[in-house]
């Protein structure tokens, strides 16, 4: 199994990024897909997940209404559109794969991506 993100980079505050995660080795359709962060000196925390459709969707509510999580299981692949970004959104972006959600705590997931930097400059 690889999950390949992309997407990151230095952006200003206010501006956007759209994160991709590539999976392979995995019948993606049949997996909850997330999104968790790790920003330096603090645990990895829970950003997004989506469900096998793409109709079920969670988030932290540090990102609600802020960051949209989709996915196109034609591509097998899980976007997360990140908006208004802040500072405080500065983190290793790492993408998982879960078979079944069942909460946000990162050790529910069993597959990781390696990570996309997104630094954000005041």
């Known amino acids: 199994v690889q999950l390949q993100a992309s997407g990151g980079g230095l952006v200003q505050a206010g501006d956007s990024l759209r994160l991709s995660c590539a999976a392979s080795?995995?019948?993606?359709?049949?997996?909850?897909m997330g999104w968790f962060r790790q920003a330096a000196g603090k645990e990895r925390a829970f950003v997004a997940a989506?469900?096998?459709?793409?109709?079920?969707?969670y988030y932290a509510d540090s990102v609600k209404l802020q960051f949209i999580i989709s996915r196109d299981n034609a591509k097998n692949t899980v976007y997360l559109h990140a908006n208004s970004l802040k500072p405080e959104d500065t983190a290793v972006y790492y993408c998982?794969?879960?078979?079944?959600?069942?909460?946000?705590?990162?050790?529910?997931?069993?597959?990781w991506g390696q990570g996309t930097l997104v630094t954000v400059s005041s």
């Open positions: 989506i469900g096998w459709s793409g109709a079920r969707t």
């Open positions: 080795g995995l019948p993606f359709s049949t997996y909850v």
């Open positions: 998982a794969a879960t078979q079944y959600y069942s909460g946000r705590h990162y050790s529910n997931y069993r597959y």
